[in-house]
T-cell receptor, first 112, second 111 residues
């Protein structure tokens, strides 16, 4: 079982909906990450939080809005997504920003 | 930007065979990681390497951090059906918060 928990596992939403993806870890890690993964491709980094502050935004469109309420939680707020945003969204965490990252099982997102 | 070349892209082997895959980088890395991803799941960390020349094992898996710090390989001995999946290498530079991923090696095992 993964120590990084993501909910929901699956999400289907229309282009006008607003939804949120959630990620939780209780390993005491201080860095958390959001990735997007398309089929048969490696994960692509979206955002990095270090000590609850956004440290990297990989030029992600503003329809994706990350939030880190505390050191254990990471959210990704979604609004007005496009069909090409359909993908597996992975959360990861690590002790520090340059330590091995541990991934959750992801949220499979489908945009209608 | 940084690139990792991972090869082979896919492998079709018989159960019991040994497997070898590798990654090369255009720049020097301080950390090399190997992950395995099964369908519907996130990548699972298999082995982490931190020093040039380091050789680390995890059961039937062995990985090495290349002397030049620009490459790494992963070996799987005596493959079994549960080894099927996609293997990703990943590396990071000194102090970097970002991982660079290889394109993955898809392993298929014929019983």
């Amino acid at each position: 079982d993964t120590e990084v928990t993501q909910t929901p596992k699956h999400l289907v939403m229309g282009m006008t909906n607003k939804k949120s993806l959630k990620c939780e870890q209780h390993m005491g890690h201080r860095a958390m990450y959001w990735y997007k993964q398309k089929a048969k491709k490696p994960p692509e980094l979206m955002f990095v939080y270090s000590y609850e502050k956004l440290s990297i935004n990989e030029s992600v469109p503003s329809r994706f809005s990350p939030e880190c309420p505390n050191s254990s939680l990471l959210n990704l707020h979604l609004h007005a997504l496009q069909p090409e945003d359909s993908a597996l969204y992975l959360c990861a965490s690590s002790h520090e920003g340059n330590q091995p990252q541990h991934f959750g099982d992801g949220t499979r997102l489908s945009i209608l | 930007g940084q690139q990792l070349n991972q090869s082979p892209q896919s492998m079709f082997i018989q159960e019991g065979e040994d497997v070898s895959m590798n990654c090369t980088s255009s720049s020097i890395f301080n950390t090399w990681l190997w992950y395995k991803q099964d369908p519907g799941e996130g990548p699972v960390l298999l082995i982490a390497l931190y020093k040039a020349g380091e050789l680390t094992s995890n059961g039937r898996l062995t990985a090495q951090f290349g002397i030049t710090r620009k490459d790494s390989f992963l070996n799987i001995s005596a493959s079994i059906p549960s080894d099927v999946g996609i293997y990703f290498c990943a590396g990071s530079e000194q102090g970097a918060q970002k991982l660079v991923f290889g394109q993955g090696t898809r392993l298929t095992i014929n019983p």
